[in-house]
């Protein structure tokens, strides 16, 4: 993800896309360069803009579920049994109040 993240920046940044400026911008930041791993993103990335490569993933993240249909059925099936319901609520509520409250005990503040 590193290599992809500093292959855009590059691009975006006007330079050529290559494997010294791509290594530039990762040791900016201290990261370690993989030689090998760079040379197989940058040959993937050989020919192509950032902006059909971004096209083309935004099309297939609109087919990836987001998560909130397991949290209804869960939800819905604990509705379903009366009082259990209530009981999931209340928890969660004492574990929002738990954690709240730990932050209060860490000693310092935020402009101490």
């Given at each position: 993800?590193?290599?992809?993240?500093?292959?855009?920046?590059?691009?975006?940044?006007?330079?050529?896309?290559?494997?010294?400026?791509?290594?530039?911008?990762?040791?900016?930041?201290?990261?370690?360069?993989?030689?090998?791993?760079?040379?197989?993103?940058?040959?993937?990335?050989?020919?192509?803009?950032?902006e059909e490569l971004i096209s083309a993933g935004s099309s297939?993240?609109?087919?990836?579920?987001?998560?909130?249909?397991?949290?209804?059925?869960?939800?819905?099936?604990?509705a379903a049994s009366g009082d259990a319901g209530a009981a999931?609520?209340?928890?969660?509520?004492?574990?929002?109040?738990?954690?709240?409250?730990?932050?209060?005990?860490?000693?310092?503040?935020?402009?101490?």
């Amino acid at each position: 993800m590193k290599y992809l993240a500093a292959c855009m920046l590059v691009q975006l940044g006007g330079k050529n896309l290559n494997k010294q400026n791509v290594t530039a911008v990762l040791e900016a930041i201290g990261a370690e360069v993989d030689d090998k791993l760079l040379g197989t993103v940058l040959g993937k990335l050989e020919g192509k803009s950032i902006e059909e490569l971004i096209s083309a993933g935004s099309s297939k993240l609109a087919s990836v579920p987001s998560g909130g249909g397991a949290v209804a059925a869960s939800s819905g099936g604990a509705a379903a049994s009366g009082d259990a319901g209530a009981a999931v609520e209340k928890k969660e509520e004492k574990k929002e109040e738990s954690e709240e409250e730990s932050d209060d005990d860490m000693g310092f503040g935020l402009f101490d």
